[in-house]
Each structure stands twice: as C-alpha cells, then as structure tokens.
C-alpha cells in the first residue's frame, strides 16, 4: 500500500497550458480613510472656540464607526468634514489670539501718542499763560 501524496491517480486530469487572461481592475482607491480622532481630541480639549473643535469630533467619531461597518465611502465623507472642522478650529484658535495682540499693541501706540500730544497740548498753554503774564 502506497501512503505518499499526493497521488497521482487521485489528481484531475489537467491541461499543462495554464490560462493567464484574467485581469484584474480596481475602482476607486483601496485606502482606508483616516479618522484623525486624535487631532479632534486635541482642538476639543484644547482649542474648542465656537465648539469647532466639539463638531470635529463628533464627526471623527461617526468616520471611525463607518470605516469599522465597512461603508468606506461614508467614513471618507466623515473624515473629509471632520478634517475640515479641524483645520477650522486651528485657524480660529491660532488666529484669535493673534488678533487680539495685534489689537492691544495697536491700542498701546495710540494711547502713547494721544498721551504726547496732551503733554504737548498742556505744556504749550502754560508756556503761553506764563509768557502772558510777565
């Protein structure tokens, strides 16, 4: 009794040309989107002016659900919106308090010059009075 395989005589009767004319074509890209839930953690946490950063998340958090269901066109729609909410928040956050020195250190040169010019205005009137009375 012959115990080694495979058999031969076991085997199906198969042609030694091989068929290479099957092609394969992929639609669309094989990419799993990204969530970017830790970026959203960070502006909720961090940087949450106009609750940009809340909207982000929640939105990162619907694009991590849909990617695990499997509806790979839906979590891209979800990460696309939640990467635009973030970049949103960042820009707000950076910008605001940018704004806000510029403001105050234009406010503080003003302030300095109408200061001058009262001490120019008040040293001008005694200069004159005094000069009116001798």
Known sequence: MDTSYPREDYLPMTSHKQDHSSTVITIGSSVVPQDH????????????????????LAYSIKARDQKVAGDVEAARRFSSKAKCYNILAMVWSLLLPVLLVALAVTGVIHFTKLVQES????????????????
């Not at 959203?40 to 982000?56: E, K």
């Not at 120019?120 to 000069?131: G, K, L, R, S």
């Open 37 to 56: 839930l830790i970026w959203s953690i960070f502006n909720t946490i961090y940087m949450n002016l106009c609750c940009f950063g809340f909207v982000a």
């Open 119 to 134: 001490m120019n205005f008040f040293n001008y009137e005694i200069i004159t009075i005094e000069d009116d009375k001798k």
